[in-house]
Structures are given as C-alpha cells and as structure tokens.
C-alpha cells in the first residue's frame, strides 16, 4: 500500500471498529434489562418488559442505523468522508453518555435513536473511501473488516469484564471516551479521497463528480441502479442483514439458557484469595456469565472471516464467494441447536466456523457492489447497501425476539436458514449471467 492508501486505511479501522464495538456491546445489556426492567412506561400505557418488547426497542435503534445509511451516502457524494465520519464518531460518544444516564426503558430507547442515527453514516462514507481513495481496494476492504471484527469481538468482551466491577450505567458512560478520543484523531488524518478513481474518457474527471444533487437525480440515479442488477445484490444484503441481526441479538441470551453457560459467581472461577490480594473481594458473589465469553469469542473470530473473505475477492468472483458464503450460514444454521446439545466441543466448533462464516460474505458483498456500481454514486450505492443489511436487516432483532417469544428457538434457526438459502441462491444466478 502507498502512503494515501495506508492513512486512509488506518482511518477506516479506527472508525469501524468504533462503531461495531457499541453495536455488539448492547446486546450485552439486554439480559440485565430483562432483570432490571419489569414495565415500560408510555403516559397512561405500560407494556412488560420481555424479549419481544426489547426486540422491538433494539430494533429502533439499529433500524436507524440501517435507514441513516442512505441519506447518508447522498451527503459522503455531495461533502466527502471525512467530515460524515467524524459527526459518527462524535455523535456515538453523546449516545453512550445518554445511555448511562437513562433512568428507564424509554430514555435507553432514546440514546439508541441517537447511536442509530450517528453509526448510519458510518459504513457509507467508510466504504465509499476506501472504493475511491485506495489503490489495493481488495486488501483495504479486508483490513477494513478486521477492524470492525476486533470491536465486534472486544466491545462485548470488554463491556462483559467491565460489568463485574461497575453498574451497567457507568460501564456505558465509559464506553463513551474511545469514541471521543477516536473523533479527535479523524481531525488530523491527511489524504486524497479519490485518490484511485480513474479519469473519464469523455475529457471529464470522475473524481470531479458530485454524486446526486437533487431530488430529479436521486431519482434516476436510484432507477438506474435498481433495474440493473444491484437489484440483485440489494436482496442480498438484506438477507445478510436479518440472518446477522436475528442470530446476534439475543445470543448472549440464548446462550445463558444453556447448562453449560448457566451464571456462576466470581469465587467460583477465581479463589478468593487472589481477590483480596488484588482487593477486589467486593466482586466475588458477583455472577459471571460464560456465554458472554463464548459471544465475543465467536465474534473474535470473524477477523479471520474478514481477512480470508476479502483476500478472496481479489482471487475469485464475489459471485462465487456470495453463494459459497451463505451457503454455509444456511448449514450452519441447521446445525448449531444440535450442536449446542451435544455438548461444548461440538458447539465451540461450530461457534468458531459460524464466527468465521458470519463475516467472510461481508467483503464479497461490499465488493460486488462496487463492480455493480458507477463510481460518481458510490456513495449513494453503500448508502442503499446499508439501509439493507441495517436498516431492513434490523427487523432480524424484532423476528427473533417475537420467535422466541412466542414460539422456540428451532423455529427461529430453521427462518435464520432460510434467509442464508436465498442469498445463497441469488449468488449462484449472479455467477451464472457474469
């Protein structure tokens, strides 16, 4: 990579991972607001508070950060990356310090409408600057993920540690200052943002291009890309977005109903010897939860899915990575109950190819619409990408939450499945008319 590639690069890792260690670290919290919580409180109205009802107040906040997503890719085409990143950053840090001073149900629903609305601009003005400032695209894409896959895995994993020692409350407002300090880096990065867009051939200059600037061009520029075959890639997105959402929301909870995962106290896994010599003693009847543990180790896991999916991309068509990718989601959601059932070692297998799996597609769909797409609405392009996985994907919390609910979690992996099946299957019709 050269200079401009390598500071736009570490500007990217920076900000995604940012960004996806708040999103997985809120699934943490939703078993202590089932404990917490017993009403959500509306004037005259109080609903219980149960999987269904957090399914839905989880789904506000990340369907926003799916429908910000394309507003947001009109604006990355009109002002450039930059200055969108740095709102995101800032923004998530003002929704975590909100989050810890929510005193209900409804205040958190709140910070999540604000965390919503600041990530959403993330993953457009992110991708768009890496498909136009970064010469080896392929690599920068993968690097890209490995960071966002490092917050996914230590966002959960340093949130879960946090909460044996401080009130979910504080644990939030802390994880407000890697966002603020994150913000103030992205004010000194320097590089050309179009760096690796190619000149026209009609004497013009792509790089010159300044996306849609009105409501007749957003139009024919969103008609232009839908009648082609990002239709096609649009479908799936989406089902990568529900299949992702709907099997990471309520893991951790999921997991917890498990034997092998069930809360144990502190003392039981560190002696109390060595709490009172580090004087932390006030910690050992605290409950440790183990499936919060095995939770961010599958997401760990995912660096390695995002770096082998997005060398792939340089080596084989995304068509092929697409319908090989969610192929595999769709076996592995068959499978993992019985896994779970049989016992550790089969579930920590499976959970390490899931963890793997889960993002290897990402980086074939994030190229693929980069080949399906003109370069002068990139950004316009990332942005219905993300309403997608986002924004569409976002109703994965609801579906889950309202299955287990209301039915079991057989019935929730057997949809999961079928989401990976038609995503898998319009991989393999995309291969065939390249």
């Not at 136009?132 to 960071?147: N, P, Q």
């Not at 020692?165 to 200052?177: G, K, T």
């Not at 010159?208 to 024919?220: E, H, I, K, Y």
């Not at 770096?307 to 076996?331: M, N, Q, S, W």
Request: glycine share 14%; hydrophobic share 55%.
């Amino acid at each position: 990579m050269n200079r401009n590639d390598r500071s736009i690069v570490a500007l990217v890792m920076l900000a995604h991972g940012m960004v996806h260690t708040y999103e997985l670290s809120i699934p943490i919290f939703i078993p202590i607001w089932l404990d917490a919580f017993d009403v959500i409180s509306l004037g005259p109205v109080e609903l219980a508070v149960t999987s269904a009802t957090l399914g839905v107040l989880v789904t506000i906040g990340y369907g926003l950060f799916g429908l910000g997503a394309l507003p947001g890719g009109i604006l990355v085409d009109r002002v450039g990356s930059r200055r969108l990143i740095i709102i995101c950053l800032a923004g998530m840090a003002g929704s975590f310090l909100l989050l810890g001073t929510a005193p209900g149900l409804v205040a958190i629903t709140l910070a999540m409408v604000v965390w919503g609305v600041s990530a959403s601009i993330y993953h457009p003005a992110g991708l768009a600057l890496i498909s136009k400032g970064v010469e080896e695209r392929g690599s920068g894409f993968a690097y890209h993920g490995i960071a966002g896959n490092l917050g996914i895995g230590l966002g959960p994993l340093l949130t879960a540690v946090m909460l044996l020692f401080f009130d979910w409350r504080a644990v939030a407002m802390m994880l407000a200052v890697p966002a603020l300090l994150a913000a103030a880096y992205a004010t000194t990065a320097s590089f050309d943002e179009t760096a690796a867009v190619e000149t026209v051939t009609d004497g013009g200059n792509s790089k010159a291009s300044s996306g849609v600037d009105s409501l007749a061009g957003f139009r024919s520029e969103t008609a232009r890309l839908f009648t082609g075959s990002f239709a096609l890639v649009f479908l799936v997105v989406m089902c990568s977005g529900l299949y992702y959402r709907g099997i990471l929301t309520f893991m951790p909870d999921l997991l917890q109903g498990l034997p092998t995962f069930e809360p144990i106290p502190v003392s039981s896994v560190v002696p109390t010897d060595l709490l009172e010599t580090l004087g932390i003693e006030s910690i050992a009847a605290r409950r440790v939860r183990p499936g919060d543990y095995f939770y961010s180790g599958l997401l760990m896991v995912g660096v390695l899915g995002q770096f082998v999916g997005g060398k792939l991309t340089d080596r084989i068509p995304v068509e092929h990575g697409i319908a090989g990718g969610f192929g595999l989601l769709t076996v592995l959601a068959v499978l993992f109950l019985p896994a779970a059932n049989a016992g550790v070692l089969p579930l920590l297998a499976l959970g390490f190819v899931l963890g793997a799996a889960l993002f290897v597609v990402q980086p074939f769909y994030q190229a693929t619409v980069a080949e399906y797409t003109p370069a002068r609405t990139r950004g316009l392009s990332y942005g219905f990408t993300y309403l997608g996985v986002f924004g569409v994907g976002a109703l994965g919390g609801t579906v889950a939450g309202v299955i287990l609910q209301y039915a079991n979690a057989p019935v929730l992996f057997v949809v999961l499945a079928c989401f990976a099946l038609v995503a898998c299957s319009v991989g393999i019709w995309l291969g065939r008319g390249r």
